[in-house]
């Protein structure tokens, strides 16, 4: 049985400005509980976190923890 | 990261606490006290810093028992009759006796409880006979005090690996097999005791909104420790007593009645009527809350739209930053402003949790369970009605008495082939060219759940759920496939999701009355009192499948009068009253 590729929204949102991932921040992807962020390489070589699961208690740990307020949690469309 | 890698390491220690959330980083600072020579590992499938039930933290204690305002004997009774008289007391005296104690200490870590102007304990009535609530108005430093206490003992921390078995041997624990869970490589950890706080199974039901994730609980909590317990052997406690809340619709998250209670906030009817007398959860408020739904005077409120400016602010700031704060999100976006209307709530999704309610693996007032060396605490731990202070002090219970334990022991020996099978077992959704996705299995079983096991109880129903659960049991270990790690954690969680299901419904079906208001109401069957005042305990059967037998509710240490058995029975508003 092959796999759809269904899209969806994801409710963790990154400002790609203030996000330091280029410097080695990782905070928001040790702290989520469900495990859902990752970084992102840009084909220019620019890093920055983003949503790679759409698994979110939205619990906000990676917007409190962020040390440059780059991550806003928003409710998952389905439940907002 | 996530790509699936080949690999397996063994490490030993004295004791192996898995959960990092609340109970088990107490257990591994007692337990260091108390033996410091001893090797502790504290590990946890997410990261200690953040993980389980309190993340965000906490807006209050819901049990304390505080010298002035309650007594160990005045609490043992209430939980006894809130759970219906099930309840092997000497666990809930003892933590009533010692909770105090951990109050302080917590207080010495820097958690900030609330204090009256005279520096003293403010604590506030929301049960139905004492006044055991504390506020933490600045419950969002929980996690973060607790983590500093962890370093400062030197505790070995291990995040992102995922226990997805115990070991046992010689009849007593021996380990646990674990998997990373953004490489899939193994770890066996030999340990001499083993702690398990791994929180509530709060993944089981399906929400309303359909969303997988959009539950009560910290959706990490997938009931690995019910699943784990279970297949090592261990009896699990009155599962048929669920956890159902009575939430904020759609967001799901707690409606906060203990916080806006002491503050005059209240549970109302879609009349703006009170209709219950107190908002403490119970199995019996929430069947009023059920009866009020269907009797069509819902939905069901939560009512603060009556208070003045300076309450409800006050409400507001705790509630928008403490446990949940998305949720001045969720009502900003629905343009819900708590001084104009209700906030309306709904009956949440059955899960498994002692924290709220009574179900839970069994332990005795140490925190033992029915293997030697296997200690569990916090919300997957059977003292009812346990809330966060509950996993603390019965964490720091089992934390000492395993110290104690390891002195004396040495390591159990195991049978190798147990961790070949169980590799064997994890990684075969990896072996397959495609397959069903691990969250279509997930999705199904909880839907079924939904269908067939949430209250009011029906046999035939859960007839049907046990069959359709083996359906899904047969896809997911003959079709499950995953692409990376992070896909076969999800897989390993929508195992442990169908084990609980599975356990649901065994337990439902074997307790043939009806107790516990909405949790166990069986609609064939009335309370029968003679034939099942006992516990009922689960195990695995010979035959692979649940068994279970009752036990007997051990002696009370407190009595307690016939005239006060009932207290929660009562709890409808008179009709003069609501009618005022």
Known sequence: MPLAQTATTVPVVVNDDLCIADKGCTVCVDVCPLDVLRIAETAEGSKTAYMKYDECWYCMPCEADCPTGAVTVNLPYLLK | ???????????????????????????????????????????????????????????????????????????????????????????????????????????????????????EYDVKKVHHIGTYVLPMPNGDTVKKALYRQLRKARINIINRYMATRLLTGEGRVAGAICVNTRSAEFLVVRAKAVIMGLGAAGRLGLPTSGYLYGTYENASNSGEGYAMAYHAGAGLANLECYQINPLIKDYNGPA????AGPMGGYT????????????????????????????????????????????????ERVLHIVERPTRGHFHRGRGTDYRKQMIEMHISEIGFCSGHSASGVFVDEHARTTIPGLYAAGDMANVPHNYMLGAFTHGAFAGEDAADYVAEMDFAAFDQADIEAERTRVLAPTKREDGIPPNQIEYKTRRLVNDYLQPPKVTAKMHLAQKRFAEVREDMENAMYVRDAHELMRALEASSILDCADMAAAASLYRTESRWGLYHNRVEYERDDENWFCHTILTKGDDGMPASRKQDVKPYV?????????????????PSVAAE
């Open chain 2, 558 to 574: 407190v009595d307690i009068a016939e005239d006060e058995k009932d207290a929660y029975a009562k709890q409808r508003v008179k």
């Open chain 2, 268 to 315: 109302a009817n879609a009349r703006g009527e009170r209709f219950i007398e107190c908002d403490y959860w119970s199995g019996q408020m929430m069947q009023e809350f059920f009866d009020e739904l269907q009797g069509g005077k819902g939905p069901v409120y939560l009512k603060l739209n009556h208070l003045a400016e300076e309450t409800v602010a006050e409400i």
């Open chain 2, 1 to 119: 990261m996530d790509e699936i890698r080949d690999g397996i390491d063994q490490i030993d220690c004295d004791i192996l606490i898995i959960g990092g959330g609340t109970a088990g980083p107490m257990a591994a600072l007692k337990a260091k006290k108390k033996n410091p020579k001893a090797n502790i590992i504290l590990l946890d499938k997410a990261n200690v810093k953040r993980s389980g039930a309190i993340c965000m933290g906490m807006d209050g204690l819901n049990n304390s028992v505080i010298p002035g305002y309650a007594t160990p004997e005045q609490y043992t009774k209430e939980i006894t009759v809130a759970n219906d008289g099930i309840c092997d007391q000497a666990a809930v005296y003892r933590y009533a006796q010692e909770c105090y104690g951990i109050i302080q200490e917590l207080d010495s870590f820097g958690i900030r409880f609330q204090k009256d102007q005279n520096g």
């Open chain 2, 256 to 259: 906060c009645a203990y916080v």
